[in-house]
């Protein structure tokens, strides 16, 4: 483990992994802000504690609410994939220079994708960040199996 520590791709790898996967569980508290705020909620449980009146108001969904798991979910399709490709992809031992573009361009895609979403930025913002992320992890998928297969 020292050893992958001293690697600089691999340091890299880390911390980027590291600040995507944090923002990914930013979006949880996200949610339930937008819970909260807008008074949404879905399980009886959560609102346990209020009339049966009160009960039929605050049981629904409300679209900011919706939009943050969307936004949430979104993140697990593409930041989990990120994690085992670009894990593979820094330790394949790819050049420091095209392995930080590759890990700070979705970095930022991904941080500029939830903002585009939450704060609905007018397509296709979101659209493009989603598909430059996709693009990014494809890239390293594609250097790495070219290394597999080619050698």
């Known amino acids: ?3 992958l520590m001293e690697n600089e791709v691999f340091k890299a790898f880390t911390t980027y992994a590291a600040i995507v996967t944090l923002k990914m569980i930013l979006m949880g508290p ?3 802000y937008f819970r ?3 008074k949404s909620f879905i399980n009886e449980e ?12 605050l049981l629904k969904t409300h679209p900011d609410v919706e939009r943050a ?5 979104n993140d697990l399709e593409n930041i989990i994939p990120f994690f085992f490709i670009g894990l593979l992809y820094a330790l394949s031992g790819p050049e420091l220079s095209s392995a930080l573009l ?6 930022a895609v991904r941080i500029f994708h939830s903002f585009a979403y939450i704060l609905v930025l007018p397509q ?3 659209a493009l960040s989603y598909f430059l992320g996709m693009l990014v992890t494809f ?3 594609y250097s790495l199996l070219s290394k597999v297969f080619f050698l």
């Open 124 to 126: 296709p913002s979101r």
């Open 36 to 38: 909260f705020t807008r």
């Open 1 to 3: 483990m020292s050893q």
């Open 46 to 57: 959560d609102v346990a504690w209020t009339s049966e009146e009160q009960k039929k108001k």
């Open 139 to 141: 890239s390293m998928a």
């Open 102 to 107: 590759h890990f700070r361009i979705f970095t």
């Open 69 to 73: 798991r969307r936004c949430h979910y």
């Open 30 to 32: 996200v949610t339930v």
